[in-house]
């Protein structure tokens, strides 16, 4: 779930290998959504025993060893390996623990299988300008409407997480804004998945949080945390993983957008693909930019710590957790390096390093945690200390 410079890519080279059919077919019976269900039950069997005081320290450390054995089996490409890895792990914590397979149920929507609805809407966006002013929202639209499948894959976590009916009375409505020459996402509070056009044309694929404006508010700029998960997760994970969410409630308690892209696109060019992400959220917010944050674990660590060194003027703050690598430019913003203890992948000695390299660096350890499992501690001491900094 990876830093130096050279670490990044290397991670990024398995990633992609462990996406191809060829190492998938070993564990076909393993989907990635039996996966997901058995991270976010593991993480949640966690924070509970965590924030009751059932979880010793011994035991603490050894579920996080588990925790971390599953994440370097995945890795390798062992899907069955890795489920029964996690399994033990999360018995460990919750001993009532059974795995039960979520059912994706492929109901029709209005009455009509979901692929009717899709071509339908569909249809009317191809009738719309798609180079004009209007390019970005109705490439969201197209990519928001292509989710209404008869069949969900458990391999699209945007998939087999959406609310299909919801979702396409939401794509319904933003089709007849878009109709009349408006951005339906302008200034749009709740809960999005959608996609930015990136540098390069490529279409990034992003989960949108705006909170509702606090009362008093209604013109005021708002800041912006965004979030960069780790290698072999994607744009849900801060939202829907990591904590059981606990970064978007953060974000919501202190009025920020949460922006959480799918990181291995942003790796390709992190400082030009974070430029077009901030023109798109300026165009439809106000962004109050000396507060714009950034958060990584892992691989989104290490891209986090790219765009301090590339954009530190644009940036307030940034927390790496479990990865990132020295910025050594001069004007760098402040920065919080969090290691884990019991980190096999990137080791908390690594991580220590890098935040001696960076002249404004701050380095804290995760004691009696590893890898993964450290995240959602992590977020909560992170997201406090980034909104104490100033430029």
């Known amino acids: 779930m990876l830093f130096c410079r050279l670490r990044l890519y290397t991670i990024a080279l398995v990633t992609s290998a462990l996406c191809a059919p060829s190492a998938r077919a070993q564990d076909a019976t393993v989907t990635r959504a039996d996966l997901a269900t058995r991270y976010r039950l593991m993480d949640r069997a966690y ?21 971390d054995r599953s994440t370097l089996s995945f890795f390798g490409g062992r899907f069955a390996v890795t489920a029964a890895i996690m399994d033990s792990a999360i018995t460990l914590v919750d001993p009532t623990y059974r795995f039960v397979r979520p059912a994706l149920p492929a109901t029709p929507i209005g009455g009509k299988p979901a692929r009717v609805v899709r071509e339908a809407l569909l249809a009317r966006l191809a009738n719309l300008d798609t180079l004009g002013p209007l390019a970005q929202p109705i ?24 609310d299909r009916p919801a979702l396409a009375r939401a794509v319904s409505a933003e089709v007849a804004q878009l109709e009349r020459g408006r951005d339906p996402y302008a200034e749009q509070v709740g809960d999005l998945w959608r996609v930015v056009r990136g540098a390069g044309g490529a279409d990034i694929p992003v989960r949108v949080i705006v909170p509702p404006r606090a009362r008093g508010a209604a013109t005021a700029p708002r800041g912006v945390l965004i979030a960069l998960h780790g290698a072999g997760g994607d744009e849900n994970m801060f939202v829907s993983g990591y904590g059981q969410g606990v970064a978007a409630r953060l ?24 430029d077009s992400l901030m023109a798109v959220l300026r ?10 944050y950034v958060m990584g674990h892992s691989m989104g660590a ?26 050594a430019v001069a004007d ?5 390096f969090l ?6 992948i990137i080791p908390a000695a690594r991580v220590r390093t890098a935040a001696a390299g960076t002249r404004t660096g701050r380095y804290e350890e995760r004691a009696n945690e590893g ?16 909104l104490e900094q100033t430029r």
């Open 339 to 344: 290691g884990a203890a019991l980190d096999p």
């Open 139 to 162: 490439a969201s639209a197209k990519a928001r409407a292509r989710l209404l499948v008869d069949t969900i894959s458990p391999e699209r976590s945007a998939e087999f997480l959406a």
């Open 302 to 327: 290490g891209v986090a710590a790219q765009l301090a060194a590339r954009r530190p003027r644009a940036i307030t703050a940034v927390a790496c957790l479990a990865g990132g690598a020295p910025v």
């Open 371 to 386: 890898h993964t499992l450290m995240v959602r501690g992590a977020v909560l001491r992170a997201v406090p200390w980034l």
């Open 332 to 336: 760098a913003p402040p920065m919080l």
């Open 47 to 67: 924070a509970v025993a965590d924030s009751t005081g059932r979880l010793a320290d011994s035991v603490r450390a050894t579920a996080n060893r588990l925790f």
């Open 283 to 292: 165009r439809e917010h106000r962004i109050d930019t000396t507060r714009v």
């Open 251 to 274: 974000a919501r308690d202190a009025g920020l957008l949460l922006v959480s892209p799918f990181t291995n696109a942003m790796a390709s060019d992190p400082a030009a693909q974070f």
